[in-house]
Structure formats: structure tokens, C-alpha cells
């Protein structure tokens, strides 16, 4: 968030979030990279150490009680570590946005305070092999059997497949379409096979893989919310998903421009510094003119989602801030690469990594496409709304009143 908006108790949790970032060891991160380390715990419990996972839930819990417009600023601050340390971080606010907002009182002292606390781990079964976006097309099953279901099925791109202690779960229940979905914690020791670890072309070293569900007896007091109702789930779920997305992506890519532009000041070509030809410093100035943007349009969607909740206006703006804060990330690092040239291809510099892992933030929770549908959509409905306490500017026209001419069909 730019600073002029910030209270003083913001920009204190903004320094707090980056002195533990700047005691994140290199090694950490270049082992991540190099798939040496599948599931980096001591990560983790070290931000539960100093009270830095979900910032957002109660007290009571192990939160802090803040809001979206305070989590935005932790996120991009974590963002600047990349994606994958970004996204673990992350976790712990989506998982745990199903359990404070839709869980039962056992469920939140069983599995979200102990989340806050570092002592456990999750991750969130979405996508399954046969389909992406498809999120209503799910296969993955749950049948009632006593006092349990039985799930079956399989879910894939699954961040801490390898790692996680629970497991967010979708599952048909009932039925076709939408409100045949229930959500399910799934505790990992109950037969929950890590079938399969992707090799990642950035984002690496979060455990992320395919995760099989044979049989798996889940209590039914495990059940989120209620029978059928993982869709109302999901539609929450959405918000933390995207707007950890938006804010961690700002970060990155504020990481690359600050990289470049001290490159920039330092470098020389016919005897100048690079920083002083208007082909490399506009670049700069384009950069973080889009990155404030991207600020902005991400502050005034997580101040909408305080204020308002979940609702079709605060899903569009949520939808817009991811959208276009992934987008532009990828612009501005790309942009940063430019400026750098072939150094900047190599690992001397961070940046390609950086590019590496942008390249997922566009199409994870959520592609730029269905981020399109959702805008889209929300608008249609409130532009097509009836209002009268706007003007109609189509009849200011000087020929507003030829009906005639305006044909439709």
C-alpha cells in the first residue's frame, strides 16, 4: 500500500513483516529453487513464532484481529521472498478463512488454532486431473456411511501435497452442478497418498503434487459449513485466494524494479549511466506507475471486502486486483530483465527466477480468463440494474430522441 494511506500501527506491522523477511537465509531460498527442500516447516513456524499467520482471525485463535487492508501490506513484503514462500504464508489465511468464517467452534480449536500457532500445516484440494477451471465439475466423491464419508478421487496442483497436515477437500456429495459440493477437512494420516511432486518451472519447493483420496474416512463432524454447500465455501474462498494472489505478485515485482533501477544507476554504455537514456528510465517510470496502480486497485478492494463482505461487487473488484496486479507483475519484471539485458538471464541476478515464478500467479487461483467472466458478469448485472439517482447521459445527444434510428434487432 502506498505509505500516504498507511496508519502508524500499519507501517509498524509493515516493518515488523519485513524484519523477519530480512532473517529468511538465501540458502533457503536457493534450495527451494534447486528442489533440495520439499516443504520448508521451519519457515512457517518461524512467522507462527512471531504471531505473522493469520493476521486477520481472532485473538482467541492466534490472530490479530486486523483486516484485509493490514494483510495486503504483511503480503507484499512476504511477496518480495517469491512465490512459493509467498504462497505458504498465504495458506494458512485461505484454509483458515473456511474455518473462521463457516466453522463450528471444535473445528476452530481443533484445526485453526493450532494452524496460527504453527503446530500443523494445511493445504486446499481444488483442481482435479480432468479439468481446471471446472471447478463444478468436480469428480471427487463423498458418500455417507455412518458416522463418515467415504472420499474418493483425486486433486492435483495441490501446494503442500507434500507436507501438509490437512487439507481443505471438495467433494461431490450429491447430485450434479453447484450445489451438489460439500468442503471437507481432511486430516493427511488417514490414507491420504501424496501420489505424485511436480517438477515446476518457478514456484518450486512448496510440495506441491497430486494427492489421492482412496477410501478416506472423513467424520462428518469434519464437514464445513453443511451438506451440499461448498459452493457458498468456495465463493468465500475466492477473496483470500485472490487477494493473497494481487498483493504477494505486487511484492515480487516490486523486488525486480528495485533490483533493476539500482542496476540502472550503476551501469554505463557510451560513457554514461544507462539510467540517463529515456529507452531504459521510461521503462522505470512505466514500471512503477503500473505497480502504484496495482497498489491502489488492491487497497481498494481488501478496504471494499472489510467493509462489505462477500458480495458481487466486492468479487469483481477482488477479481480486477488479481487480475491486474498478476499482469502487471509480469510486465514490471519482465521490464526489469529488459533493463538489466543478458545478466539479467543468468542467476547473477534474481530476476529470472522472479520470472519463473510470475508466470503462475497469472493463471493460479483463478486464470485472467474466468477473471474476465467474473468482471464482467458482476458489471453487466450492476450497470443493467435499474437506478434513478444517476444521469442518463445517452439522452444528452442532440438526437437522443430518434427512436427510430436506434435499432436493436
Partial sequence: MLDALMTDRQKELREEVRKYVRSVPVQLLQDMDSDKVKYPREYVVGLAS???????????????????????????????LGMSLGCLFSLVSIVGESLNAFGTAEQKNKYLSPLLKGKIFC??????????????????????????????????????????????????????????????????????????????????????????FKDVKVPQENLVLGLNRGAEVFNQMMIPERMTSAAGAIGMARAALEVATRYSNKRKAFGRKIRDFEGVSFKI?????????????????????????????????????????????????????????GIGYTNVYPIEKMLRDARLSIIWTGTSEIMNLIIQHEYYKETLAVSTNIRNVEEDAAEAKAADEKIYE
Fill in 50 to 80: 512471531q504471531n505473522l499467520l493469520g493476521l486477520r482471525f481472532d485473538k482467541k485463535y492466534g490472530g490479530r484481529g486486523l483486516g484485509w487492508c493490514d494483510e495486503i501490506i504483511a503480503l507484499e513484503e512476504i511477496g518480495v
Fill in 123 to 212: 493445504a486446499e484440494g481444488l483442481t482435479e486431473p480432468r479439468g481446471g477451471s471446472d471447478f463444478f465439475g468436480a469428480t471427487t466423491t463423498a458418500v455417507k456411511k455412518g458416522d463418515y464419508y467415504i472420499l474418493n478421487g483425486q486433486k492435483r496442483f495441490v501446494v503442500g501435497a507434500e507436507g501438509a497436515d490437512i487439507i481443505l477437500v471438495y467433494a461431490r456429495t450429491e447430485g450434479e452442478g453447484s450445489k451438489s459440493i460439500s468442503a471437507f477437512i481432511v486430516e493427511r494420516d488417514e490414507g491420504v497418498e501424496a501420489k505424485y511432486i511436480y517438477g515446476l518451472l518457478g514456484t518450486r519447493g512448496g510440495g506441491a503434487g497430486r494427492l489421492v
Fill in 285 to 341: 517510470a512505466e514500471s512503477i506507475t503500473k505497480l502504484d496502480a496495482a497498489r491502489m486497485l488492491t487497497y481498494g478492494a481488501a478496504s471494499a471486502v472489510d467493509k462489505l463482505g462477500s458480495t458481487g461487487y466486492t468479487r469483481r473488484l477482488v477479481s480486477e486486483a488479481k487480475k491486474f496486479s498478476t499482469e502487471t507483475a509480469w510486465e514490471v519484471i519482465n521490464n526489469a530483465m529488459q533493463v538489466v539485458g
